[in-house]
């Protein structure tokens, strides 16, 4: 698998192209299920894993993926072999309630313990990537800031990243970091597929064309998680989940699954492949329950897009009446 090094100068990853996600590991998906998918992607030249504090408590027990992963490593003698992602923020602090009312929030004391805890479920000397996992603006961004980059600075984190915020709310934390000469941001994982999803001014978790310039301009590293919206490309007749389901998709649809028979692909191949060759590259970040769900996906790694068909793929849907319709109207 081919791989690519993400850097904010100070520290440098080299990470696949491909990210797997371990959100359901221990809880949906077994731990006998999980470490063969953890083997296969290995084999398959697949070294980067992403994880989470709060991943699990939805049945009671936060923490339970990081475990996993961190059993897995132990068992197999995995060490630096693999880059591990994890991230603070959304742990509840009320078993058995994982509301978003309840969630641990982004203070100076959350970062420093749940970074200790998370190191030692994964039995890891430092946490690769941490990210700040959903934006907490009851707490002074300026003591978010200085937590993160008093654990870079420690080495206890090697890169910074943001997840579920806000484009100004990133910049204006990197701001801060700059103005100190601190680890600030360096990667940003949101939510992002091939589907347009409707706008919806409200909504944060998203890759937006805004998010995309800034990347751009700062050479930050985007991650799509979601990048296959819940197995959607994969049955034909299930309509898109909400926010998606809108005349705009449905002809970028038809586009999709004409490319993927082309090209002798699935259509959840071409999204990937579609999402790593952008411009610039996010690196997808896939689940899969199954080893043959996984080899599925694997399948993305070496398919090509040419010029052509991802001017096709693009084009699609973007003069919808729909849209047309949602443009407001000129007052002067």
């Known amino acids: 698998m081919r791989q690519r090094q993400i850097s904010d100068g100070r520290v440098s990853l080299q990470v696949s192209q491909l990210c797997l996600g371990t959100m359901y590991f221990g809880y949906r998906t077994d731990e006998r299920t999980s470490f063969a998918i953890l083997d296969r992607f290995l084999e398959a030249g697949g070294n980067f894993l992403d994880t989470a504090n709060n991943y699990g408590q939805w049945h009671g027990d936060a923490g339970e993926s990081e475990r996993v992963i961190g059993r897995w490593r132990r068992s197999r003698g995995v060490t630096d072999q693999v880059v591990v992602a994890t991230k603070v923020g959304a742990r509840t602090l009320v078993p058995g309630d994982p509301s978003p009312a309840h969630w641990q929030g982004l203070g100076a004391k959350t970062i420093r313990e749940d970074a200790e805890t998370s190191l030692r479920q994964l039995g890891v000397e430092r946490l690769d990537l941490y990210y700040a996992h959903v934006e907490d603006r009851s707490t002074p961004l300026e003591e978010t800031v200085d937590a993160l980059a008093e654990l870079a600075e420690r080495g206890t984190v090697g890169l910074l990243g943001a997840s579920n915020h806000a484009t100004w709310r990133i910049e204006r934390a990197r701001a801060i970091a700059r103005a100190g000469g601190r680890p600030a941001y360096q990667c940003v994982q949101q939510e992002h597929s091939y589907l347009l999803p409707q706008p919806d001014p409200g909504q944060l978790n998203l890759i937006t064309e805004e998010l995309i310039d800034y990347a751009t301009a700062e050479d930050l590293t985007l991650l799509a998680y979601s990048p296959l919206l819940k197995g959607v490309y994969a049955r034909p007749d299930e309509a898109?989940?909400?926010?998606?389901?809108?005349?705009?998709?449905?002809?970028?649809?038809?586009?999709?699954?004409?490319?993927?028979?082309?090209?002798?692909?699935?259509?959840?191949?071409?999204v990937l492949a579609w999402l790593m060759q952008g411009e610039p590259p996010t690196i997808p970040v896939v689940g899969a329950s199954t080893v043959a769900q996984l080899d599925e996906l694997l399948g993305a790694v070496d398919l090509r897009l040419d010029r052509d068909v991802r001017e096709r793929l693009e084009a699609a849907g973007h003069r919808a009446d729909h849209w047309e319709a949602r443009a407001p109207t000129p007052t002067g």
């Open 240 to 270: 898109p989940p909400a926010g998606y389901d809108h005349p705009s998709n449905q002809q970028r649809l038809a586009v999709l699954r004409e490319v993927a028979a082309e090209l002798g692909a699935t259509p959840n191949q071409v």
